[in-house]
């Protein structure tokens, strides 16, 4: 049925909001099966970082950290004792995401370990308010778990003979470590 003369500029502008939308829900559909983009920061915590510091903005490397060889395959989170650091790792094998973390006083050892309970906010076994809180192994009667202080801060240096599992990391990782990381994920953990 052809469209009458006088409603000729309605209909085209109507037809032209229309593929609009569908070209701007296309965009962000593709965004959405994509996932989050590799991002990379450098510099380590150091030792000294106090309760009340605001993770420090890091250098931004030349390019982001490889995955490390011997960290399995397929979709996994990996955590490098020695970097400190975490990658979250899609099916074919490439890091969406890598940043780097504070380690508490009691580390896993190295191996494959899964996701089990996840805790949306507690309080962390130093006495800060924490959330995205991703349980995946215990050591000594510890728990170790991937964690966001809920004020963003880097946590203090533990006290003497105090043993923590939480492994702290600034609140934009964790949030994408919760979204991740759902229960049956694996966790590599490597030297």
Do not use: C
Request: aromatic content about 6%; overall charge negative; glycine content about 10%.
């Amino acid at each position: 049925m052809p469209v009458p003369a006088r409603l000729l500029p309605t209909w085209a502008w109507v037809t032209g909001l229309t593929v609009g939308a569908i070209a701007g829900v296309a965009v962000l559909a593709v965004q959405a099966e994509e996932g989050p983009r590799p991002t990379a920061t450098a510099a380590r915590p150091g030792p000294s970082a106090s309760a009340s510091a605001q993770p420090s903005a890091a250098p931004t490397e030349s390019r982001p950290a490889a995955v490390p060889d011997g960290s399995g395959t397929g979709r996994r989170i990996v955590y490098s004792l020695g970097e400190r650091r975490v990658w979250l790792v899609d099916a074919s094998d490439s890091a969406r995401r890598t940043f780097t973390v504070w380690p508490g006083t009691v580390d896993p050892d190295p191996g494959t370990y899964t996701v089990g309970t996840r805790t949306e906010a507690t309080t962390g076994s130093d006495g800060v308010e924490i959330e995205h809180v991703v349980y995946f192994a215990a050591k000594s009667g510890v728990n170790i778990a991937f964690s966001a202080a809920v004020d963003g801060s880097s946590p203090p240096p533990a006290a003497s003979g105090v043993q923590t599992g939480g492994i702290r990391m600034k609140t934009s990782d964790s949030s994408a470590l919760w979204t991740f990381g759902t229960a049956g994920t694996t966790v590599a953990v490597v030297e």
